[in-house]
């Protein structure tokens, strides 16, 4: 789903750059079992008489969109990824190669004409920690570069996103607690000056439960909240004013498959308001 940046997202986004602390892509997703592909769709939720139901279908055009159809090798890595648009044309593809220890050897991102968009290719330490990644586009030249830094634990301790020009582009610096948990983000502009510093907190199961974002003078431009179910998935996020109160709320209802792995869900407002419903249809080895 394409929401706006979150905490949710750049957890996903930060996750897994070292082969020592890597999860693969089923565990990032908190998908269950030995799943071999998954189909989403994104429908606009329709009340009447108290009933809800699937309305328009959404896709790749929409800002909240979810249709796609995504592949897993039998190591749970993703190794191609699909966008649609609501009449069912491909929008965007993504094929990931993997190196026999699991390591991403090349990505490449396709247009929905097939034309190549953009080459991805990863350099690794002598731990198996990511250091380098260069994306080139449909020529083969250099697009941009990520770069990341490690401390002795093999933590990721600095990313750094250059231009095609070598100028910096984005800088993020991460801090941890005793349980490899990152506790500190800072985000950097592209001259170097403190642009923000993102603080979550965690459950014992490893759950962002709420985060602090501060502005560079640090006054409280936001904080959320999230709570989840047995299953680690998310029930319920707060998104709340510097001075604490409810900006926005949203809650989902889940329907499980007999892996535990939800199937359908329904999204409410903060006034208990169906705004859309998400399924997926799984598929196991």
């Given at each position: 789903?394409?929401?706006?940046?979150?905490?949710?997202?750049?957890?996903?986004?930060?996750?897994?750059?070292?082969?020592?602390?890597?999860?693969?892509?089923?565990?990032?997703?908190?998908?269950?079992?030995?799943?071999?592909?998954?189909?989403?769709?994104?429908?606009?939720?329709?009340?009447?008489?108290?009933?809800?139901?699937?309305?328009?279908?959404?896709?790749?055009?929409?800002?909240?969109?979810?249709?796609?159809?995504?592949?897993?090798?039998?190591?749970?890595?993703?190794?191609?990824s699909?966008?649609?648009?609501?009449?069912?044309?491909?929008?965007?593809?993504?094929?990931?190669?993997?190196?026999?220890?699991?390591?991403?050897?090349?990505?490449?991102?396709?247009?929905?004409?097939?034309?190549?968009?953009?080459?991805?290719?990863?350099?690794?330490?002598?731990?198996?920690?990511?250091?380098?990644?260069?994306?080139?586009?449909?020529?083969?030249?250099?697009y941009?570069?990520?770069?990341?830094?490690?401390?002795?634990?093999?933590?990721?301790?600095?990313?750094?996103?250059?231009k095609?020009?070598?100028?910096?582009s984005?800088?993020?610096?991460?801090?941890?607690?005793?349980?490899?948990?990152?506790?500190?983000?800072?985000?950097?502009?592209?001259?170097?000056?403190?642009?923000?510093?993102?603080?979550?907190?965690?459950?014992?199961?490893?759950?962002?439960?709420?985060?602090?974002?501060?502005?560079?003078?640090?006054?409280?431009?936001?904080?959320?909240?999230?709570?989840?179910?047995?299953?680690?998935?998310?029930?319920?996020?707060?998104?709340?004013?510097?001075?604490?109160?409810?900006?926005?709320?949203?809650?989902?209802?889940?329907?499980?498959?007999?892996?535990?792995?939800?199937?359908?869900c329904?999204?409410f407002?903060?006034?208990?308001?169906?705004?859309?419903?998400?399924?997926?249809?799984?598929?196991?080895?």
């Amino acid at each position: 789903m394409k929401f706006k940046i979150s905490l949710y997202l750049l957890l996903v986004l930060f996750s897994c750059t070292s082969q020592n602390n890597q999860k693969n892509s089923l565990m990032v997703k908190n998908l269950k079992g030995n799943v071999k592909s998954v189909k989403g769709f994104y429908f606009v939720a329709v009340e009447k008489f108290g009933e809800i139901s699937k309305g328009e279908k959404k896709g790749a055009e929409s800002d909240v969109a979810d249709f796609y159809f995504i592949k897993y090798n039998e190591k749970g890595n993703t190794t191609e990824s699909n966008e649609y648009y609501s009449d069912g044309s491909l929008s965007s593809k993504t094929t990931i190669k993997y190196d026999n220890i699991d390591n991403i050897i090349e990505s490449n991102e396709y247009n929905s004409d097939g034309s190549l968009s953009l080459k991805g290719t990863p350099k690794y330490d002598d731990k198996g920690n990511l250091i380098v990644w260069n994306h080139y586009n449909s020529v083969a030249n250099l697009y941009f570069k990520d770069s990341i830094k490690y401390d002795n634990k093999n933590n990721k301790i600095e990313s750094n996103s250059y231009k095609s020009d070598g100028s910096l582009s984005t800088k993020w610096t991460f801090k941890y607690d005793d349980n490899g948990n990152e506790t500190e983000w800072k985000w950097y502009n592209p001259d170097g000056s403190l642009f923000m510093i993102i603080s979550p907190k965690y459950d014992d199961r490893g759950n962002a439960v709420s985060s602090t974002w501060y502005n560079s003078d640090g006054s409280i431009s936001l904080k959320e909240s999230t709570k989840y179910d047995d299953k680690d998935n998310r029930i319920q996020f707060n998104s709340h004013n510097s001075d604490g109160g409810v900006n926005s709320k949203t809650s989902t209802k889940y329907d499980y498959d007999e892996k535990n792995n939800w199937i359908k869900c329904i999204v409410f407002s903060n006034d208990n308001k169906p705004l859309y419903i998400l399924e997926r249809e799984i598929e196991y080895y």
